[in-house]
């Protein structure tokens, strides 16, 4: 008996054990590095307003623990994202948006104060009366959005409009890059109301990425969809991978459009003429059965084939003018005006079928 409670005991303090392990990563991801990961010897810490810290400027190695606690946690955070641009890119490191003090900010300021990594600024900058210099000087990227608010945005305008990025941003917020995603957005749409903050950011710090007129956060060109008549190259021309990049490329996409427009037309004309013909060969409608009807299949099936053509066709046409792109609205235009030009001496006087017939 007494074995038998010792063995059970015994037992009982190995899943102790196992569990109180286990509970420390519980969830799959590795805890954020506590207040200890974050050098903070400085007096400044304790005491920012002090006199003597007014020329204090926190460590390298503080603010690369901070970035990396905070970004390690979550990385979808506007701040995360500027991080990522500053370090991936050498074209923007000297930007006083890439100094590592504001990174730290943009996560800090509004955004995530309570979080671990923010423990350094939010001692040394937290507080109104700190007199070091560099909280102010190297301050976060004024009017970006803090992660919340990117979020709700991006859900607002998405709600609205499905546009590329939706997405992913929709299926799993926790994969998408907040700021970049935003920034596409109204890139495309800038007038909509959800991007004020963006406007705002972008009047303040011209030169951010998420800024640049005509291309996306990632460098590519950024297609509008302005529902005003406007010029421009970048525009999606019926298909998400058909945006041209270059004047050529436009120049090249308005000749392909005009042809289709004249043949468009030609098509027409020669639809008319068939049908024309059709209704002058129509028997008397006394002498239709179910014999003629399965007679005509041949041509009806050929009406049908033509009139999807001619839908299919003049839909897109339709949809290209809707882009609002004035090259792009007159080269479908002119090709349609040249094409009567070319083809309506052609057309058939219309013939009524025969008396009697419908």
Same mark, same amino acid.
């Given at each position: 008996?007494?074995?038998?409670?010792?063995?059970?005991?015994?037992?009982?303090?190995?899943?102790?054990?196992?569990?109180?392990?286990?509970?420390?990563?519980?969830?799959?991801?590795?805890?954020?590095?506590?207040?200890?990961?974050?050098?903070?010897?400085?007096? @400044?810490?304790?005491?920012?307003?002090?006199?003597?810290?007014?020329?204090?400027?926190?460590?390298?190695?503080?603010?690369?623990?901070?970035?990396?606690?905070? @970004?390690?946690?979550?990385?979808?955070?506007?701040?995360?994202?500027?991080?990522?641009?500053?370090? !991936?890119?050498?074209?923007?490191?000297?930007?006083?948006?890439?100094?590592?003090?504001?990174?730290?900010?943009?996560? @800090?300021?509004?955004?995530?104060?309570?979080?671990?990594?923010?423990?350094?600024?939010?001692?040394?900058?937290?507080?109104?009366?700190?007199?070091?210099?560099?909280?102010?000087?190297?301050?976060?990227?004024?009017?970006?959005?803090?992660?919340?608010?990117?979020?709700? $945005?991006?859900?607002?305008?998405?709600?609205?409009?499905?546009?590329?990025? @939706?997405?992913?941003? $929709?299926?799993?917020?926790?994969?998408?890059?907040?700021?970049?995603?935003?920034?596409? $957005?109204?890139?495309?749409?800038?007038?909509?109301?959800?991007?004020?903050?963006?406007?705002?950011?972008?009047?303040?710090?011209?030169?951010?990425?998420?800024?640049?007129?005509?291309?996306?956060?990632?460098?590519?060109?950024?297609?509008?969809?302005?529902?005003?008549?406007?010029?421009?190259?970048?525009?999606?021309?019926?298909?998400?991978?058909?945006?041209?990049?270059?004047?050529?490329?436009?120049?090249?996409?308005?000749?392909?459009?005009?042809?289709?427009?004249?043949?468009?037309?030609?098509?027409?004309?020669?639809?008319?003429?068939?049908?024309?013909?059709?209704?002058?060969?129509?028997?008397?409608?006394?002498?239709?059965?179910?014999?003629?009807?399965?007679?005509?299949?041949?041509? !009806?099936?050929?009406? $049908?084939?033509?009139?999807?053509? !001619?839908?299919?066709?003049?839909?897109?046409?339709?949809?290209?003018?809707?882009?609002?792109?004035?090259?792009?609205?007159?080269?479908?235009?002119?090709?349609?005006?040249?094409?009567?030009?070319?083809?309506?001496?052609?057309?058939?006087?219309?013939?009524?079928?025969?008396?009697?017939?419908?």
């Amino acid at each position: 008996m007494k074995f038998s409670t010792t063995l059970i005991l015994a037992i009982s303090s190995i899943f102790s054990i196992v569990l109180g392990q286990d509970h420390s990563n519980h969830g799959g991801t590795s805890p954020a590095p506590n207040n200890s990961t974050l050098p903070m010897d400085s007096p @400044c810490y304790t005491d920012p307003t002090s006199a003597t810290c007014a020329d204090f400027k926190m460590e390298g190695a503080t603010l690369d623990a901070s970035i990396l606690s905070l @970004c390690k946690a979550m990385s979808y955070m506007p701040g995360c994202s500027v991080n990522k641009i500053c370090t !991936d890119s050498p074209t923007y490191s000297a930007k006083p948006w890439c100094s590592k003090m504001s990174i730290v900010a943009n996560v @800090c300021q509004n955004d995530m104060p309570k979080m671990a990594g923010c423990k350094a600024w939010v001692s040394l900058c937290g507080n109104s009366t700190s007199v070091v210099k560099q909280c102010k000087s190297e301050p976060e990227i004024s009017n970006i959005p803090t992660t919340a608010e990117a979020s709700a $945005l991006i859900n607002s305008i998405c709600t609205e409009m499905n546009m590329p990025g @939706c997405d992913k941003c $929709l299926a799993v917020p926790k994969a998408c890059d907040n700021i970049s995603t935003y920034s596409d $957005l109204c890139k495309s749409m800038p007038e909509m109301s959800q991007c004020k903050k963006w406007s705002t950011m972008c009047q303040a710090t011209p030169d951010l990425p998420f800024c640049t007129s005509g291309t996306t956060s990632s460098g590519e060109p950024a297609p509008s969809m302005i529902m005003y008549f406007h010029t421009g190259i970048h525009e999606y021309i019926l298909f998400k991978n058909l945006i041209p990049k270059t004047s050529g490329q436009l120049a090249g996409a308005w000749f392909a459009i005009f042809f289709i427009g004249v043949l468009y037309e030609g098509f027409g004309v020669f639809r008319g003429n068939l049908e024309s013909k059709w209704a002058i060969t129509n028997q008397p409608c006394s002498s239709l059965s179910l014999g003629s009807f399965t007679a005509s299949l041949p041509r !009806d099936f050929i009406r $049908l084939a033509m009139r999807f053509v !001619d839908a299919t066709v003049g839909y897109c046409l339709m949809l290209i003018t809707m882009t609002f792109n004035v090259a792009l609205f007159f080269s479908v235009i002119a090709g349609l005006a040249v094409g009567s030009f070319l083809f309506a001496k052609f057309r058939s006087v219309s013939v009524e079928p025969k008396a009697g017939c419908h």
